[in-house]
């Protein structure tokens, strides 16, 4: 075998040139570990080592590394010349590897000799070095402040810049609105001039009535008596709505007594009323501060992309179209304030104890509403006797049972008894609620199919996703499945474009939510990202704006059109509890509605980011007492459209129908 011992050559003094470095570690490396050697011993072959390296060899083997040789630790012995020659070997590469400065310290360590001559040069040289040093040292550090002074002012600048113009903006909406309030101010005035004279020529005929004889003013009392007693008569043969109807317009009713105070009184409730509202905007004002300065801006930018210098775009009542908006948000916003209970029912089954909610929907002239759940039914229930029938006990207009839990429906927007159904074992099921009998069943779904949605412009359409990571689209005059989309994701959620039957929205476990055309299904049109964990619902408020839930504990909202968080990154809704259970999202205009794992319904303005108000779910039974009222959770939700009532339900089957009030 070919021997590889090391062996070393001193160089001679008229050697020209030293070794590559590169051979000389090779030469002075261990065979073993391929490092320089430390502590190096021979062997009885003549081969040299690492100690460690070749003791740690011999505990395995009893041979050579290098030619196999039977070798035990008792050949092996100290190599002192090879160990003096490394250590020197060593400092001749450290001191090679010493900066200049370290040199001359070592070699005054060492005693070299100097005279005081060289030191002087040496000082003066070392002081002007360092002279110089400081110098540049202090530009560098004068001129990194200098930079940074020139940042901070243009940054400054700019924020004045802008402050400036949004001082412009306030100003010029506070003439705007103080002009208009001058305009309504005089309309008033105008209008309680009329009242006046209208009122002197009243009592103009009054006063030449009183002049007639006694015996018209006696039979006037009588027939006035009679009429009282007709109108009295005829109060018994009212309805009950009507009665309601009388209730709800005690101020036009109200006795000769009452009259001196009604005026008072409506002054004192809506002075309350004004503080209530401003109490709630201060509570707001970061937010609505922004949001309005956003929309001015918007404004301009729009002004400025088409290249028009006049910026007296006007909108009603005379305002910008950006104060105009941001009016209309303030005014619906502030007219709000709490969450009322209209009615409660319990979608309790005798013998079905399991009651969550899983959905529950308006019908589509929103005269009836459908429920189902984990207890395989879906209910439908009149919402006018639900309102105006309080009882113990709703009973449904129509129920369906159904082989499996139900975790969707979804109402025809055409067809007025149509419903579809999804549930667990992943079946489609459109429904007849006027017969009870399924009309379309589909079993493409190879899991939980866990959203359905009919379209809004095209009766036939709907469209489903499941845990199967497919999204299908299908026609109820078509057996099978037309459209099929293969996300590689578990699907939570879908809707379609209330426009359009094109573009459909799609909520799902990777976090993100797709935005498809169906004209081209191999890439979706959009993806938004932003949420933390799994969307768990998306609803469009118009066709380019979409709010969508998920378990991070937030909603956001996004424009479709232009494939943004929709104004900016500040509407990102917080302020329920969402971490693991589906708990419902409703739009309705300008509000989103929501619930909790707090067992909450909490009510969003799009504008704002914090709950308007929100209401929680109690028991009122005693022996509900005992349970563990926070495992109750919110489980759906809906909006009511056009209105302020919305209906909600919870995971122990309890129904509320809610109502925004001031």
Not at 208 to 233: C, E, F, K, L, Q
Not at 282 to 305: C, G, P, S, T
Not at 313 to 334: C, K, M, N, P, W
């Amino acid at each position: 075998m070919e021997d590889c011992s090391t062996t070393f050559t001193v160089p001679a003094a008229d050697h020209t040139g030293d070794p590559a470095p590169e051979a000389e570690d090779k030469e002075l490396s261990c065979p073993i570990c391929m490092q320089i050697m430390k502590d190096v011993f021979l062997t009885s072959c003549g081969h040299s080592f690492c100690y460690m390296c070749i003791v740690t060899h011999l505990h395995n083997k009893s041979d050579c590394p290098c030619c196999a040789q039977f070798l035990t630790p008792s050949q092996l012995f100290p190599n002192f010349l090879l160990n003096k020659l490394l250590k020197k070997t060593s400092a001749h590469q450290l001191s090679k590897l010493a900066s200049p400065v370290e040199q001359f310290r070592h070699s005054l360590e060492q005693g070299c000799q100097v005279s005081v001559k060289e030191l002087d040069s040496l000082v003066s040289l070392v002081t002007e070095k360092k002279r110089k040093l400081e110098q540049e040292e202090a530009e560098r550090n004068m001129q990194i402040l200098l930079d940074f002074l020139h940042c901070l002012r243009k940054q400054k600048v700019n924020e004045l810049n802008e402050v400036q113009s949004d001082l412009q903006y306030i100003k010029e909406d506070l003439n705007s609105v103080e002009r208009h309030r001058i305009e309504l101010y005089q309309a008033r005035e105008r209008c309680s001039v009329k009242l006046k004279i209208l009122s002197s020529d009243h009592l103009g005929i009054r006063s030449r009535t009183s002049s007639r004889p006694m015996d018209r003013i006696i039979s006037g009392h009588v027939s006035n008596s009679y009429n009282i007693r007709g109108i009295t008569s005829m109060n018994f043969q009212y309805t009950k709505d009507e009665a309601k109807a009388q209730v709800n317009n005690i101020p036009r009713t109200q006795s000769k007594e009452a009259a001196p105070s009604e005026p008072t009184s409506q002054h004192m409730s809506q002075s309350g009323l004004a503080v209530m509202r401003k109490k709630r905007v201060h509570a707001q004002f970061n937010e609505l501060q922004e949001f309005y300065l956003q929309k001015r801006r918007q404004l301009v930018n729009q002004i400025e992309k088409q290249g028009n210098k006049d910026n007296t775009i006007i909108r009603r009542e005379g305002y910008s179209s950006g104060l105009a908006d941001f009016q209309s948000v303030l005014s619906t916003f502030t007219r709000f304030s709490r969450l009322r209970v209209i009615a409660e029912l319990r979608h309790s089954d005798l013998f079905h104890s399991p009651n969550i909610v899983s959905s529950i929907e308006f019908d589509r002239d929103d005269e009836l509403f459908a429920t189902a759940g984990v207890s395989r039914r879906i209910k439908v229930f009149d919402f006018s006797s639900v309102v105006n029938e309080p009882t113990d006990v709703h009973c449904p207009v129509v129920e369906m049972t159904t082989r499996s839990k139900l975790s969707c429906l979804s109402w025809n927007k055409f067809m007025k008894n149509h419903i579809a159904s999804s549930d667990y074992e992943g079946i489609v099921t459109v429904w007849d609620a006027g017969t009870q009998q399924s009309i379309m069943e589909y079993e493409e779904h190879e899991k939980r199919a866990w959203s359905v949605d009919f379209s809004s412009t095209e009766p036939s359409m709907l469209v489903s996703g499941s845990d199967d990571c497919k999204v299908k689209i299908w026609c109820t005059k078509q057996e099978g499945s037309v459209l099929n989309i293969d996300m590689k994701t578990n699907i939570c959620c879908v809707k379609y474009n209330p426009e359009s039957s094109k573009f459909v929205a799609i909520g799902s476990a990777d976090h993100h939510i797709h935005y498809y055309d169906l004209r081209n299904p191999c890439h979706p049109v959009s993806v938004f990202s932003g949420h933390n964990k799994a969307v768990s619902y998306v609803k469009f408020l118009s066709s380019n704006e979409l709010a969508s839930a998920s378990t991070d504990s937030t909603l956001r909202l996004w424009d479709v059109k232009d494939n943004l968080l929709l104004y900016f990154k500040v509407r990102t809704f917080r302020g329920h509890t969402n971490e693991k259970n589906f708990v419902g999202l409703t739009v309705n205009n300008d509000f989103l509605a929501c619930g909790s794992e707090t067992n909450e319904v909490s009510v969003y303005h799009k504008a704002i980011t914090k709950p308007v108000t929100w209401h929680k779910f109690g028991s009122p039974d005693v022996e509900d007492v005992e349970e563990d009222a926070g495992s109750y959770f919110i489980s759906a939700v809906c909006w009511k459209v056009g209105s302020p009532t919305v209906l909600a339900a919870n995971s122990r089957g309890t129904i509320k129908v809610l109502a925004l009030t001031a």
